[in-house]
């Protein structure tokens, strides 16, 4: 039994209907009803890959709208019409019916294309969404990571410095009116002895400070100096031993290769030292012949990496979406190792070549600006 004219003309209706809903269940809902209409279906069953090795499946009837996710193909119900999205490959999914009269496979047929273009749309305009929504969220944890470090930057110069400081100031005057009055000159060498030694001691808080605003061991020595600066400075500051270490022929990279490398380590180096309980991180720096691989290991807990991840696939932890995104602007690759009880492991890999790549990239953009 063929479709008639008017059954051609709802299917065309639902394709419209299909390009413009909000949502998946929507799409189903709608093929449900259109099939109802022409084939006298009661039940629709509808199987879609959104990725490689997973299945999303609807079970469409006039009373409930089920929905499950599979890691294994789910194949058609028995003794149903089933029309596949992709001939050449039944996995890409399909739809399936149960009727009541003699045209359900033809509707089928005709409507399954509607229903899987709709589906792909679907998912493209989700997950350009999604692409959306992680922007700006990485946007915002860049700028609470600046006003962090703005916090900081004032607690240190105000609670620390300025603390120090204003004690200098009374010291001076203790020794100024000392000096003026004539007497006790012993007294008065010994307060300006300390008054030079806190001094001392404020030089190195500002070199320590300005060392972590912008190291200009970079533009002096290069990253892996300033690289053995900052595992000497952590080793200092925390009970974690830290260990630089290299390998290959060292070699100057770009001025904002250096510093993006730098960064990321920083960061890796602060959520170990902050969240691992490790009692040993190593720091090793590869020169191969066409990349420079600098990875960041510790020997701590490790976590399960599916935590890094929500139930979006979006990265959560804004320590690793800033590394991502660095590493990204300048067109490297970086992934994180871990297992519960074993450990993490940072890896940067940035191609010599990269720097170059990202050039033509933002040549090729603003030519079309």
């Known amino acids: 039994m063929g479709l008639s004219n008017s059954d051609l003309r709802s299917v065309a209706g639902f394709v419209r209907k299909a390009t413009k809903a909000l949502n998946a269940e929507t799409i189903i809902l709608e093929a449900f009803q259109v099939l109802k209409t022409i084939a006298r279906i009661d039940r629709l069953q509808v199987v879609y890959s959104p990725l490689p090795g997973r299945w999303t499946e609807w079970k469409s009837s006039p009373d409930e709208l089920e929905v499950h996710s599979h890691d294994e193909w789910p194949a058609p119900e028995k003794r149903v019409a089933a029309a596949f999205f992709d001939p050449e490959d039944e996995y890409a999914g399909f739809i399936a019916a149960r009727s009541r009269g003699g045209k359900a496979r033809d509707a089928l047929e005709l409507v399954a294309p509607g229903i899987w273009s709709s589906l792909l749309l679907r998912a493209a305009l989700d997950r350009v969404q999604k692409a959306g929504s992680l922007e700006t969220e990485l946007a915002r944890a860049t700028l609470r990571a600046r006003d962090e470090e703005r916090r900081h930057i004032a607690r240190e110069l105000h609670d620390d410095l300025g603390q120090s400081l204003a004690s200098l100031k009374l010291a001076l005057k203790w020794a100024e009116d000392r000096v003026r009055a004539g007497r006790r000159s012993a007294e008065v060498t010994h307060e300006i002895s300390k008054a030079r ?35 000497h400075q952590a080793t200092r500051f925390s009970q974690i031993r830290v260990e630089c270490t290299t390998q290959g022929k060292s070699r100057r990279l770009q001025s904002e290769t250096e510093i993006t490398l730098y960064r990321c380590c920083q960061e890796a180096m602060n959520n170990a030292l902050r969240h691992s309980g490790a009692s040993k ?55 994180v190792s871990t297992a519960e009880g074993h450990g993490t492991a940072v890896e940067l890999i940035v191609p010599y070549s990269s720097r170059e790549v990202h050039d033509k990239r933002k040549n090729k953009t603003t030519h079309r600006g």
């Open 281 to 335: 991180l190593i720091v090793h720096v590869r020169f191969a012949q066409r990349e420079v691989r600098v990875t960041v290991e510790d020997n701590g807990k490790g976590f399960d990496p599916r935590a890094l991840y929500g139930s979006n696939s979006r990265v959560m932890s804004s320590g690793f979406w800033t590394i991502r995104q660095r590493m990204a602007d300048i067109c490297a690759a970086f992934r």
């Open 197 to 231: 030694e806190d001094v001392g001691v404020m030089l190195d808080k500002l070199r320590d400070l300005s060392h972590t605003l912008y190291p200009r061991i970079l533009d002096t020595l290069g990253f892996v100096p300033a690289l053995k600066e900052l595992a």
